[in-house]
């Protein structure tokens, strides 16, 4: 099981519906129970507007305070913050054994907007209310220690700007593992999981359903005309399917694109598609050379060259959870999987890596608890060839990181700004894209001066 699965605010949501679930009802009509039953059956299936719409159709059900967690907690799950806070007090107010998770989800709220302090005594409150249960104590442990982390780190100065890409680009679905174009500097490329995307919503069987079912991803396209994002088209029928697609990146030429397909995010391919004229209207994709296997925990790669790829795994002998390995090819033969080591992994997740052009410098998000503000954040790392080893990993701090989840880090080719995606809650819906804006070039996007130090030395366990 993947240790990402501490960080999931969707955990808590899903265990407060299976416990009102497994709740005797004490609704005495069954048209009550009827709808109370399908209020949490749309909570369990993470339908949060539908949720709030049953709720708020009768001031009989948004008074049960059972409802009024439940709509907290969609709430909180729209980005509705205020609404979510405001039920969530009253709850406290009003009860004499209020449920424990109001106090998770008030710290969550005080997360989010980095009052630290405050989330961290909500988090203790809602430790002082719950049993022996570990996996939720060690989760809300965690949480407290990314506290710690943010209250030291929310003063450091920083000459970042980062905004938001806007409504063209961001919607209330999921957007995330943005790609500037290698060739065209104002185009942009992006993934989304999003009503509309092709094969329409499904259920866990595979069966068409518009009430329950979910979207999968989609690749996408944008441009920049006068700083503004527009023209978002899907990627063509011949690269989009019915199943996930996943951009994961382009070569250096912008001959290839990379990208994964899999009926789910586990399930699946990386697959390479070349363009050329020729068949298929120019789309030519074919099972990568490199031997990543999803089914074996490989997930997503980042394609330095032809002969190098960074990738995160949850396969067996790693520190914990999903760690960061390289691979390379020699004599046109790739060799096995090398860790990166235990200055760069640790017993949580390490995922989505980006090599800057200098070929040392090293970017990917991390939860670990010891560093992390909340969730997934993005760190840099650099290789020093004298001592060959790594330097401790560097949060980047506040703004590009936040209370939510930082992934899919990628600095374009000026060397003046990056992209990624992340869940903080000021966002469209759920992940949106983000740009990030430096003052001043960064140096790890020169490329070096001299050959790059021999990759049978580089990224060893240290």
């Given at each position: 099981?993947?240790?990402n699965?501490?960080?999931?605010?969707?955990?808590?949501?899903?265990?407060?519906?299976?416990?009102?679930?497994?709740?005797?009802?004490?609704?005495?009509?069954?048209?009550?129970?009827?709808?109370?039953?399908e209020?949490?059956?749309?909570?369990?299936?993470?339908?949060?507007?539908?949720?709030?719409?049953?709720?708020?159709?009768?001031?009989?059900?948004?008074?049960?305070?059972?409802?009024?967690?439940?709509?907290?907690?969609?709430?909180?799950?729209?980005?509705?913050?205020?609404?979510?806070?405001?039920?969530?007090?009253?709850?406290?107010?009003?009860?004499?054994?209020?449920?424990?998770?109001?106090?998770?989800?008030?710290g969550?709220?005080?997360?989010?907007?980095?009052?630290?302090?405050?989330?961290?005594?909500?988090?203790?409150?809602?430790?002082?209310?719950?049993?022996?249960?570990?996996?939720?104590?060690?989760?809300?442990?965690?949480?407290?220690?990314?506290?710690?982390?943010?209250?030291?780190?929310?003063?450091?100065?920083?000459?970042?700007f980062?905004?938001?890409?806007?409504?063209e680009i961001?919607?209330?679905?999921?957007?995330?593992?943005?790609?500037?174009?290698?060739?065209?500097?104002a185009?942009?490329?992006?993934?989304?999981?999003?009503?509309?995307?092709?094969?329409?919503?499904?259920?866990?069987?595979?069966i068409?359903?518009?009430?329950?079912?979910?979207?999968?991803?989609?690749?996408?396209?944008?441009?920049?005309?006068?700083?503004?994002?527009?023209?978002?088209?899907?990627?063509?029928?011949?690269?989009?399917?019915?199943n996930?697609?996943?951009?994961?990146?382009?070569?250096?030429?912008g001959?290839?694109?990379?990208?994964?397909?899999?009926?789910?995010m586990?399930?699946?391919?990386?697959?390479?598609?070349?363009?050329?004229?020729?068949?298929?209207?120019?789309?030519?994709?074919?099972?990568?050379?490199?031997?990543?296997?999803?089914?074996?925990?490989?997930?997503?790669?980042?394609?330095?060259?032809?002969?190098?790829?960074?990738?995160?795994?949850?396969?067996?002998?790693?520190?914990?959870?999903?760690?960061?390995?390289?691979?390379?090819?020699?004599?046109?033969?790739?060799?096995?999987?090398?860790?990166?080591?235990?200055?760069?992994?640790?017993?949580?997740?390490?995922?989505?890596?980006?090599?800057?052009?200098?070929?040392?410098?090293?970017?990917?998000?991390?939860n670990?608890?010891?560093?992390?503000?909340?969730?997934?954040?993005?760190?840099?790392?650099?290789?020093?060839?004298?001592?060959?080893?790594?330097?401790?990993?560097?949060?980047?701090?506040?703004?590009?990181?936040?209370a939510?989840?930082?992934?899919?880090?990628?600095?374009?080719?000026?060397g003046?700004?990056?992209?990624?995606?992340?869940?903080?809650?000021?966002?469209?819906?759920?992940?949106?894209?983000?740009?990030?804006?430096?003052?001043?070039?960064?140096?790890?996007?020169?490329?070096?001066?001299?050959?790059?130090?021999?990759?049978?030395?580089?990224?060893?366990?240290?």
């Amino acid at each position: 099981m993947s240790n990402n699965l501490w960080t999931s605010i969707r955990y808590f949501s899903v265990l407060v519906a299976c416990t009102m679930l497994a709740m005797p009802s004490a609704k005495a009509q069954s048209g009550d129970f009827d709808k109370n039953e399908e209020i949490r059956m749309y909570f369990r299936f993470e339908k949060y507007h539908e949720v709030l719409s049953l709720i708020n159709s009768s001031r009989k059900y948004a008074q049960d305070t059972e409802n009024m967690l439940l709509a907290a907690i969609s709430y909180y799950h729209l980005n509705e913050l205020e609404k979510s806070e405001v039920l969530l007090k009253e709850l406290l107010d009003q009860q004499k054994n209020p449920f424990p998770e109001a106090w998770l989800f008030l710290g969550k709220i005080y997360h989010h907007k980095h009052q630290f302090g405050e989330a961290s005594d909500y988090y203790r409150q809602y430790l002082r209310n719950i049993g022996n249960n570990l996996f939720e104590r060690s989760y809300t442990w965690n949480l407290i220690r990314m506290c710690a982390n943010g209250l030291q780190l929310q003063y450091r100065e920083s000459s970042v700007f980062v905004e938001n890409l806007g409504s063209e680009i961001n919607t209330e679905a999921d957007e995330f593992a943005p790609r500037p174009s290698p060739n065209f500097g104002a185009k942009l490329y992006f993934s989304s999981v999003r009503p509309g995307n092709m094969g329409g919503a499904k259920n866990q069987y595979g069966i068409a359903d518009q009430v329950l079912g979910f979207n999968k991803s989609d690749m996408f396209s944008a441009s920049n005309k006068n700083g503004v994002w527009t023209e978002v088209t899907p990627l063509h029928y011949l690269l989009n399917s019915p199943n996930h697609d996943i951009l994961l990146g382009f070569d250096k030429p912008g001959q290839k694109m990379y990208y994964f397909q899999g009926s789910s995010m586990t399930e699946g391919t990386f697959m390479e598609n070349i363009f050329q004229s020729g068949t298929n209207n120019g789309y030519n994709s074919f099972t990568i050379s490199a031997p990543l296997d999803v089914n074996n925990g490989d997930a997503t790669p980042h394609f330095v060259n032809d002969d190098l790829v960074i990738f995160s795994s949850n396969r067996d002998g790693g520190y914990g959870g999903y760690d960061l390995y390289r691979m390379e090819k020699k004599s046109g033969v790739w060799q096995e999987p090398i860790n990166l080591g235990s200055k760069i992994n640790t017993p949580a997740d390490e995922r989505s890596p980006f090599m800057s052009r200098d070929g040392i410098t090293l970017y990917f998000a991390s939860n670990d608890s010891e560093k992390s503000i909340g969730g997934l954040d993005i760190f840099k790392s650099t290789f020093i060839e004298k001592l060959q080893e790594w330097t401790p990993p560097q949060n980047l701090g506040i703004p590009i990181n936040s209370a939510g989840d930082e992934d899919h880090y990628y600095i374009s080719d000026d060397g003046f700004s990056a992209f990624f995606s992340s869940s903080r809650k000021d966002s469209y819906g759920q992940r949106d894209i983000y740009i990030a804006y430096f003052p001043d070039f960064l140096p790890e996007m020169e490329y070096p001066a001299t050959p790059a130090v021999s990759t049978s030395v580089l990224y060893q366990d240290n």
